[in-house]
């Protein structure tokens, strides 16, 4: 009995599966730096962003276990998945409110350039027309 209780207290000391996981944010991008036990970064580590329950973006960290992403929620969960049963989930706010998402700046800007070279062609066929039509 002695040794499975000092089996337990040793197994209880180990942190062979121990992943640590730490965000900060920098400016309007979150710094995520991961490492197992023993300073062993977390390389190629797949990093998932979370909100309510859904991910938004999946992304992988860099040979020394880092990333940077930019941050698209004010509050949201990243996992990391480290392989072989070594995850991490934490939670992540912002220390104050990020800008609006500019994708409605660039679908407007995506509507102009397609209106535009829409209306370009439609001016050189018009022309051509004319043209044609003159002899």
Request: glycine content about 6%.
């Amino acid at each position: 009995m002695l040794k499975i209780v000092l089996a337990f207290v040793i197994c209880a000391t180990l942190n062979a599966h121990s992943l640590k996981v730490f965000a900060a944010q920098d400016g309007d991008f979150v710094d995520i730096k991961t490492y197992f036990y023993g300073n062993s970064p977390c390389k190629e580590c797949k990093v998932e962003f979370i909100k309510d329950g859904k991910i938004f973006e999946t992304l992988k960290t860099d040979d020394k276990g880092e990333l940077k992403a930019k941050l698209k929620e004010n509050k949201f969960e990243i996992l990391v998945d480290g392989g072989l049963a070594h995850e991490k989930k934490i939670t992540f706010e912002t220390n104050s409110p990020i800008a609006a998402d500019e994708s409605s700046e660039s679908n407007q800007a995506y509507i102009t350039k397609f209106a535009i070279a829409f209306g370009a062609i439609f001016g050189i066929f018009a022309l051509l027309y004319l043209l044609k039509r003159r002899k």
